[in-house]
């Protein structure tokens, strides 16, 4: 349980002051209701939050979203901006996953025709896509090819005949890094990695196919491409064994970094460098690397998902409609240009457990949605409902354009197994219309509805505290887990 | 959340919220770190899978505390898990030494058996072992310490 002092600023922004923690150079902002906040006070992650303000360079606010929870070092649905030029960059502040994300795409269906081949369907995507602990996947990339995509994401499988040219308009950073170099990966990570791809993994990763339940902004689904009823499919994961080896090799680094450079800190995987320094460097480039993986293990995951609809609905993916709205990173480090003090400045934001929710008119999000704000993409749990809302200006000037990214845990797998059983979640959802494929039913039950906040409730708060707006809710019909 | 406990025999699986962390003591950082090591076994499988000593594994680390050197290992024991299939079966201590020094020092042979995931599947997809909030402390002659891993 923390004790620590929170003062409440209004019903959704609670503070934690800068004088309750040495050495604190910012105060926390959390973003939060009375609801919520009393399940995040049962860990630790608000301590988190108050350790991630000492470390040097941190700009405005150690941020903590609505889905906060315990992660290591950094909280998970935690927002950390630091001056790129002096301030620091830590690996623990993307986490191990990196690029860990979410996709979400349109279809021209209805949930009518999904009906229909519903089981055939949840059959056909689950052979499609790999999934579970250790899966390989269906590509083994060479040596080459691996370096191509670390340092090419997106553009290079598409080129290799995993999707469309269009997709890659439809990623953040259009699915590549800038400054990604395969040299900065090492050879390990690189193994771990390119039998991978094309992986969904296990843990909460997923690939759901989904309904349009609700449209709270016609304009803006209809910019999105998004109406009521409509088939959709989101998919969540990330870079797989090679960015957890990348993070794990940086850690290293950075471990004698801190030594190198005289950073005091609260928490060793806290461990960070100088953004300038040749291990800043470094990271930045590798970190860059895994993310490009990221983005291209979700481009061919989404080309296995055209070809099983194709396959059961004996259409093409083209004329299925199967269109990327977007792709979004939860765990990343990105160097940004932000307003501060009334002047640009140049930051590097970590995002762990965020979500990028950049407004209107940013060069960054591509121009199809220039004008209204990119989407952001906040998946639920396997039970309940997922969201799409847009980026809006309010979170450009308050949260370094941050959002929150999902539901957040507050069960602990272990007690998740000691009170569910994989087999019982599967047929409850069941009975609420919900078809689920899984490698293990273990799997299940660490991951089932219960064990997570209410995302209703989080995403009411990001959307009443403005820093992003609610457009489209969806709700699973089929659920595939590793 | 750390309040309830599966008490194993020689580690402790702890509650955390979306992690997973375990603790250990032992009376050597050879003690220390074969605990480690079973509890982590225990946690990929959930369980101890059957095995017979089918490879010998030579490892040697170096790393500039024991703290480091422990998340070394534990990280290089996964790795051989998750990517060689190959699980460690004789953990007691003689087989590998930990040296203190500038740097640390774990050096010995493992001998593993040839992972079967068809029998035995992986249960839980560790990303890592982590260094949050890592500290080896020693209390009653007894080396201690929890190690949280990213799941």
Known sequence: MWTGKLEKLDE???????????????????????????????????EQVANVATIPGILKYSYAMPDIHWGYGFPIGGVAATDWMKGVISPGGVGYDINCGVRLIRSNLQVEAVEKVRESLADALFEAVPCG????????????????????????????????????????????????????????????????????GAGNHFLEVQRVAEVYDEV?????????????????????????????????????????????????????????????????????????????????????????????????????????????????????????????????VHRKGATRSFGPNRKEVTEAYRSIGQPVLIPGNMGTSSYVLVGTEQSMGETFGSSCHGAGRVMSRSRALKTLRGQDVVEILKKRGITVRAKSWKGVAEEAPEVYKDVDEVVRVVHQAGIARRVARMVPLIVVKG | MMNER??????????????????????????????????????????????????????????????????????????????????PIHTEEGGFQVREGEPWRLEGEFSCSRADFQRHPLQMDIKAATYHNLRVTERDGQLETTVVFDI
């Open chain 1, 12 to 46: 959704f922004r609670f503070l934690i002051p800068r004088e309750y923690k040495k050495g604190m150079s910012v105060p926390g902002l959390v973003f939060t209701s009375e609801k919520l906040l009393s399940a995040i006070k049962e860990d630790q992650s608000l």
């Open chain 1, 133 to 200: 602990v250790g899966e390989e996947g269906h590509l083994r990339l060479s040596y080459p090819e691996l370096d191509r995509v670390l340092e090419g994401g997106v553009p290079v499988v598409v080129k290799m005949g995993y999707g469309w040219e269009e997709d890659v308009n439809a990623c953040e950073e259009y699915g590549c890094m800038p400054g990604a170099r395969a040299d900065k990966v090492s050879s390990r990570a690189k193994e771990r990695g390119r039998g991978q791809m094309g992986t969904l």
């Open chain 1, 220 to 348: 803006t689904a209809s910019a999105f491409g998004l109406f009521q009823n409509q088939v959709t499919v989101m998919i969540h994961c990330g870079s797989r064994g090679l960015g957890h080896q990348v993070c794990e090799d940086s850690i290293k680094v950075m471990r004698s970094a801190v030594e190198k450079y005289h950073i005091v800190l609260p928490d060793p995987q806290l461990a960070c460098t100088p953004i300038q320094s040749p291990e800043g460097k470094d990271y930045f480039a590798a970190m860059a690397a895994a993310a490009n993986f990221a983005w291209a293990n979700r481009q061919t995951i989404m080309h296995f998902v055209r070809q099983a609809f194709s396959k059961i609905f004996h259409q093409s993916p083209r004329d299925l409609g199967l269109t990327l709205i977007y792709d979004v990173a939860h765990n990343m480090a990105k160097r940004e240009i932000h307003r501060f003090n009334g002047k640009e400045k140049e930051v590097c």
């Open chain 2, 6 to 87: 599966i008490l194993q025999q020689e580690f402790e699986i702890l509650e955390h919220t979306a992690d997973a962390a375990l603790k250990a003591s032992g009376a050597t950082p050879e003690e220390l770190f074969s605990r480690l090591l079973k509890g982590t076994i225990y946690m990929v499988f959930n369980g101890y899978p059957e095995s017979t000593a089918e490879q010998k594994k030579f490892l040697h680390l170096t790393a500039p505390s024991l703290e480091d050197l422990l998340i070394d290992f534990l990280n290089e024991v996964l790795y051989w898990i998750y990517y060689e299939k190959l699980v």
